[in-house]
């Protein structure tokens, strides 16, 4: 079995990269690429899978592929908040709270929030379940040819 760490690695690495080259174009136009806010995760997934394919040379197995797609969305979803965090850090000069915690009181707020953190969980999850299967498979016949 290959060790995954450095796959994560890798991911997380494309992720914050991409995600500061759309930062920086959205400080031009923000109506235009706040669009794509889904591109850094996506671009760092396919390299992390074309690494994989050409390190391995082989495709993962399904339990590779469970854990690369749940653990990639992880590393998503935190650096995401981690993110967000340092964002309102800098904008604001601190943090507060308060607000978020007044947020997370309203029963109302919580459902919306969860419904929408698991749609978008799930349909990360199975888009990169998806994507190491049949996709991975031609990349791996197309980098290595017999």
């Known amino acids: 079995m290959t060790r995954l760490l450095a796959n994560y690695a890798i991911f997380s690495l494309w992720l914050i990269i991409f995600t500061v080259v759309l930062g920086f174009l959205g400080m031009l136009s923000a109506q235009i690429v706040s669009m794509f806010a889904l591109l850094p995760y996506l671009l760092a997934f396919y ?40 964002g309102l850090f800098i904008a604001q000069g601190r943090i507060d709270f308060a607000a978020i915690q007044h947020a997370f009181s309203s029963g109302a707020f919580v459902i919306v929030f969860l419904g929408i953190f698991f749609i978008l969980n799930a349909f990360l999850v199975f888009l990169g379940y998806w994507f190491l299967g049949n996709p991975t498979a031609k990349m791996l016949a197309h980098h290595h040819k017999p």
């Open 47 to 86: 390299l992390m899978a074309l690494r994989f394919v050409k390190v391995n040379k082989v495709l993962p197995s399904s339990m590779q592929r469970w854990q690369l797609s749940i653990g990639c969305a992880s590393i998503f979803w935190l650096y995401s908040i981690v993110a967000g965090l340092i």
